[in-house]
T-cell receptor
Framework: GAVVSQHPSRVICKSGTSVKIECRSLDFQATTMFWYRQFPKKSLMLMATSNEGSKATYEQGVEKDKFLINHASLTLSTLTVTSAHPEDSSFYIC??????????FGPGTRLTVL | DAKTTQPNSMESNEEEPVHLPCNHSTISGTDYIHWYRQLPSQGPEYVIHGLTSNVNNRMASLAIAEDRKSSTLILHRATLRDAAVYYCILRDFEGYQKVTFGTGTKLQVIP
């Protein structure tokens, strides 16, 4: 299957700082990418859907000004957690799709905010 | 969105077959049944999908009930590496729905 990478795999930051997470589709072009968040022992929760070249669509309850998503190219989407706080500590997973029936997931980024 | 219901957890002995059930009584005629699994501290990975007929691939088999209101993911010989959370998800035939996850079934494989 196709490969989706994320960088960094884990990050620790101080409260109040911003953190950027990159998601790349390595061997295919992804017109649509998705960002999920997962708390310990919980299921994945969809945060937003991003289409290349247009604004992301956020799920209800997700603050778009806090979680900035950019999908500037067909192989790269970024999630920036602005002014991070300890409650933003979570496992962030991106996903990319190259055709309607196949969706591939990245390995995840563990964010810890001190 | 059509919902799915799965048991929270299941256990299996190593080398034994495992049958993971999923109920989707409100499935529509154009919904595909997809299965993903998530190993600890990793992103989900695709396992299998089907519409009406049973499906086999190198990872697993998918048995779909005749009325399509339930399905079963079959791991023919569980290994310790199969210990994961297994998610059953419905997607429309065009696949343009975003993938949303339920609680899934946590499979424990006992050596």
């Amino acid at each position: 299957g196709a490969v989706v990478s994320q960088h960094p795999s884990r990050v620790i930051c101080k409260s109040g700082t911003s953190v950027k997470i990159e998601c790349r589709s390595l061997d295919f072009q992804a017109t649509t990418m998705f960002w999920y968040r997962q708390f310990p022992k919980k299921s994945l929760m969809l945060m937003a859907t991003s289409n290349e070249g247009s604004k992301a669509t956020y799920e209800q309850g997700v603050e778009k000004d806090k979680f900035l998503i950019n999908h500037a190219s067909l192989t790269l989407s970024t999630l920036t957690v602005t002014s991070a706080h300890p409650e933003d500590s979570s496992f962030y997973i991106c996903s990319a799709r190259d055709n309607p029936n196949e969706q591939f997931f990245g390995p995840g980024t563990r964010l810890t905010v001190l | 969105d059509a919902k799915t219901t799965q048991p929270n957890s299941m256990e299996s002995n190593e080398e034994e077959p495992v049958h993971l059930p999923c109920n989707h009584s409100t499935i529509s005629g154009t919904d595909y049944i997809h299965w993903y699994r998530q190993l600890p501290s990793q992103g989900p990975e695709y396992v299998i999908h089907g519409l009406t007929s049973n499906v086999n691939n190198r990872m697993a088999s998918l048995a779909i009930a005749e009325d399509r209101k339930s399905s079963t993911l079959i791991l023919h010989r569980a290994t310790l590496r199969d210990a994961a959370v297994y998610y059953c998800i419905l997607r429309d035939f065009e696949g343009y729905q975003k993938v949303t996850f339920g609680t899934g079934t946590k499979l424990q494989v006992i050596p």
